[in-house]
């Protein structure tokens, strides 16, 4: 039988200072030899009840991860479109 774990999408990694995915997702950045999804990580996660005021460990939601981790503008700018 095939045992399967399912993770929240509020999950946080101990190793990555208690960020979510969507805090990862908001400070990745573009390479020069890959397509960059984040916008579209970024809506997947949001769709599926990741949380905006999610915080890290220094207490810093995900707009605040994608502004201060140096965050692609456009992400910086989707983000700033979904705060309700």
Not at 37 to 46: D, F, T, V, Y
Not at 54 to 59: A, F, H, P, R
Not at 74 to 83: A, F, N
């Amino acid at each position: 039988m095939l045992r399967v774990k399912l993770l929240s999408v509020e999950w946080k990694n101990d190793k990555e200072g208690l960020k979510s995915a969507l805090h990862i997702c908001a400070i990745g950045r573009r390479t020069n030899q890959s397509e960059w999804k984040g916008l579209e990580m970024a809506e997947l996660l949001l769709q599926n009840n990741a949380k905006m005021n999610s915080l890290d460990k220094n207490q810093h939601c995900v707009l605040d991860a994608a502004v201060l981790g140096n965050g692609e503008r456009e992400m910086v700018e989707y983000l700033t479109s979904r705060i309700s």
